[in-house]
């Protein structure tokens, strides 16, 4: 039986291939080549996370940031699941840009400028565009930005729309499994990423990574589904008639459902696998799933609709 492949979506492989300096330049004059990057270097954060784990408390990793020769900074994420919230993880990850690189002697006057880049293996504005990129704007005049020296810009892999490098496009061709492009860059990445799926030693990281995140979604659908039976009993035995009854059972396993859903999330499970494991578990049809799904996604977006 053929070895699982692990290719630069996986959250290993990106950050061996983004700890090469040489990768990071070339990436990001991919991007961003009206800047003209000569040179980076890798500063390493003061506070790192474990990036075989989540930051328990925002479910983001953030452990290095990249610096070019100008002194602008730059996080390079890789993001696979479409799970709603992205603006905020977005915001996060800018936040933590500016508490890294800001000196203890200096003001917000001496922030420099900063990249929060996401490679995103789905279309995270539905647009079929290949690159996204925000800024601040007045919102009645839109020609008119506010400075805040700050980019996001959203990569989807997936896209068809809009001018980019060939270089870049050769870099979500790596992300989609293409090993046809003949781009140096290209060529370099999958030679670089076939090298670590062949590493004895690197592989069995990759399968430990594999089991825990394995492990860790069995432990959370198992936590949900408890916490969602429990809630669902306590709602029901709240009520004192037997219409109140009903309805707190329908209630508490509305919660149970909405539960597991955020569980998985954790998880970080891709929204098409809890759509159809929540259809598996909970005995509904996948319409039915989808729509729970739904909810959730409004709710973490303020109840947008």
């Not at 991007?31 to 270097?41: H, Q």
């Not at 784990?53 to 602008?72: K, L, N």
């Not at 006057?109 to 007045?138: K, M, N, T, W």
Request: hydrophobic share 35%.
């Amino acid at each position: 039986m053929a070895q699982e492949y692990f290719d630069f979506t996986n959250d290993l492989i990106f950050r061996w291939v983004m700890e090469r300096e040489e990768n990071c330049l070339a990436i990001l004059r991919a991007i961003l080549p009206e800047l003209k990057i000569t040179a980076v270097k890798r500063r390493e954060n003061e506070h790192p996370v474990n990036y075989l784990a989540f930051d328990d408390e925002r479910g983001v990793r953030f452990d290095a940031i990249i610096e070019d020769d100008q002194e602008r900074f730059y996080d390079v994420e890789m993001q696979v699941a479409n799970q709603p919230g992205l603006g905020k993880r977005v915001r996060y990850y800018q936040a933590q840009i500016d508490q890294e690189t800001l000196k203890k002697s200096e003001d917000y006057d001496d922030l420099r400028e900063s990249y929060v880049i996401f490679f995103c293996a789905f279309d995270p504005c539905g647009q079929d565009r290949r690159l996204y990129q925000f800024h601040y704007y007045e919102d009645d005049d839109r020609q008119l930005r506010l400075p805040t020296n700050s980019h996001v810009i959203l990569i989807n892999a997936l896209g068809t729309k809009g001018q980019i490098t060939p270089a870049l496009a050769a870099v979500l061709d790596v992300m989609n499994r293409r090993r046809d492009n003949a781009n140096p860059l290209a060529v370099r990445l999958v030679k670089e990423i076939d090298g670590y799926n062949r590493d004895k030693k690197r592989r069995r990281t990759l399968m430990n990574l594999k089991m825990r995140l394995k492990d860790e979604w069995k432990l959370g659908l198992s936590e949900g589904l408890d916490q969602g039976r429990a809630e669902g009993k306590a709602e029901g035995l709240s009520q004192g008639r037997a219409e109140g009854l009903s309805q707190g059972r329908a209630e508490g396993r509305d919660e149970m459902t909405l539960g597991l859903i955020h569980a998985l999330q954790a998880q970080g499970m891709p929204q098409k696998q809890i759509v159809e494991a929540l259809a598996l578990t909970r005995k509904i049809s996948l319409a039915e799933a989808q729509r729970y799904y739904e909810q959730v996604a409004r709710a973490a977006n303020g109840g947008e609709h």
